[in-house]
DNA sequence: GGTGTCCTATACGAATATGCATAGATACTA
DNA sequence: TAGTATCTATGCATATTCGTATAGGACACC
């Protein structure tokens, strides 16, 4: 008869790779998730682990045991989400995950209205350009710019957000606006780096758009944005948002991008939680307003 | 963050239906078991069970959550029968469930050349005539007298025991042998009370036999056999284990009566394993010998 | 109606696990 | 080659959990 606990840490430490890293996702401490790997060992009779400077490495004899503490740790998160979706109540934390585009330029009005009308429920905001796994409860509501396939996952179209090309005031002045598509070629275009959807996407509108267009790459998002509103060069951007900036001009309107669909997403086992519910609501008719 | 052990309290309490059943089940305490329960509870926020007199009843809420919790009781079964069946130790436990029938009168003295021979290995007898759960690892081999069905176990036919009509000398003296078998109405025949398997081979065999057959009738075949031994009337036993018998004598030998086939059955994770193994080798063999 | 048996809840001392601080070891870097 | 940033292992005080013993309540049986 094993302790799940010590299967828990076990499961941890091969995802980590690390008991540092193990400890600190579990909510523990190293020597403790260190000794729960030495007890389990001890019980089972064989080492799990290879201790290496970077690391601990699973021996194999530990390596079909992986796969019955990954269906242990799935089944314990499903658990997890039940009982998420079974709290009726308005009170708590909503975690909430997306890109720092819309994180940093749509999110902040939306959520301060939330935060106004209800005032106990606790909003977490990870804003980042990594797809986080909501089937892992690492956000409860996800925003993103994909189309989400998982399974188990519901989605809620909010629009598509048109693109533009922008440039500042500041650039205009000094080096004049673009008068038709190919005169960007002789201007400083913004542009990404080693993300090539939006590359794609122009080839897919007619246009054909190598990485060597753009002097200037990043795939920093608010970055790039800084960049453009400095007046460092030509760049695109979510309608939406550019025309509130005072400092950039829109150029170019007739020229035909693709638009980014926004996506709201969420675990189907969280649909009927109404204070999850209610977040995603306020969510999808705020930003819809501010988009629309 | 659940604690995964508060979780195997919660699938202990509700497959025993009590904190003191569970308790005893999982090597802990009724204290304990109900300290995690609350605890559980708690932390979900609604409650788990039901306090009642006779036990433990789990609210609609926690319904949903049997499921999950049971995925990972499983993958928990799982994972420590790969265990087991890592051990090339020929040092350890073995447990063997066999019919009550078969562990007094056919198991000791092939029990006694293995312990001689691996005294390393320490065995286990559950003597009993209810079928174990090898999947559960009640046990890690089995003698069943029927086909096992459950797939992920893996079965080894050792032999067709053959029953015979026997009664005891005592019995043939005061009431004279029959000659034929339609002889035995006239006598008192020992039999199976519901256990009817009995009645089934006898109709397949030909013989149209009815409950009402056996003036004497139990489900006990170790009482059976000694009620037999002792002269209370004329029964059928294994052919194999009555003809070492010097106080009995077999009757009508010319009458054919149903084979009863012996099976070896052990979980498939097991099976290279080398202690059972060994174990399995051994019984399988030591059996065949004194029934061949 | 008493009695025995099952169950859960609680008190308390002891065994146990945990976290902090620190040492030791290895690889990467300047 | 020294410095730095990882990582794991260990000592120790503390906090937590556990098991024993016991009380209390419901039910079945005689």
């Known amino acids: 008869?094993?302790?799940?606990?010590?299967?828990?840490?076990?499961?941890?430490?091969?995802?980590?790779?690390?008991?540092?890293?193990?400890?600190?996702?579990?909510?523990?401490?190293?020597?403790?998730?260190g000794r729960h790997i030495?007890?389990?060992?001890?019980?089972?009779?064989?080492?799990?682990?290879?201790?290496?400077?970077r690391g601990l490495e699973p021996t194999p004899a530990a390596l079909p045991l992986i796969d019955d503490a990954r269906r242990m740790g799935d089944a314990a998160e499903a658990l997890a989400r039940k009982v998420a979706g079974q709290d009726e109540r308005l009170t708590g934390p909503v975690r909430i995950t997306a890109s720092r585009m819309v994180?940093?330029?749509?999110l902040p009005p939306v959520i301060a209205?939330?935060?106004?009308?209800?005032?106990?429920?606790?909003?977490?905001i990870d804003a980042t350009d990594v797809?986080?796994?909501?089937?892992?409860?690492?956000?409860?509501?996800?925003?993103?710019?994909?189309?989400?396939?998982?399974?188990?996952?519901v989605r809620r179209k909010i629009t598509d957000i048109p693109l533009g090309?922008?440039?500042a005031r500041s650039y205009i002045a000094r080096r004049g606006a673009p008068a038709k598509l190919d005169d960007l070629l002789h201007h400083d275009v913004i542009g990404f780096d080693r993300q090539e959807d939006l590359i794609r996407g122009f080839a897919a509108m007619g246009h054909t758009v190598t990485r060597d267009w753009f002097p200037l790459r990043s795939d920093d998002h608010p970055l790039l944005w800084e960049l453009l509103r400095a007046g460092a060069g030509i760049g695109f951007a979510q309608v939406?948002?550019?025309?509130?900036?005072?400092?950039?001009?829109?150029?170019?309107?007739?020229?035909?991008?693709?638009?980014?669909?926004?996506?709201?997403?969420?675990h189907e086992d969280l649909r009927h939680n109404r204070r999850i519910r209610h977040v995603a609501d306020h969510l999808a008719s705020g930003l819809l307003g501010r988009l629309g």
């Open 1 to 33: 008869m094993l302790d799940w606990s010590l299967l828990r840490s076990f499961l941890a430490v091969v995802d980590a790779g690390s008991l540092s890293v193990a400890a600190e996702r579990l909510g523990s401490t190293q020597p403790t998730v």
């Open 38 to 53: 030495r007890e389990l060992e001890q019980a089972l009779g064989f080492p799990l682990f290879r201790r290496q400077p």
């Open 103 to 106: 994180a940093l330029h749509l």
């Open 113 to 124: 209205a939330l935060r106004h009308d209800q005032p106990d429920i606790a909003i977490e």
């Open 131 to 153: 797809t986080q796994n909501l089937l892992r409860r690492d956000a409860d509501i996800a925003l993103r710019m994909v189309d989400p396939t998982q399974n188990q996952l």
């Open 165 to 167: 090309i922008y440039a």
């Open 240 to 266: 939406p948002i550019a025309d509130r900036d005072p400092e950039v001009l829109r150029l170019l309107p007739e020229v035909a991008l693709p638009k980014m669909p926004l996506w709201l997403v969420m």
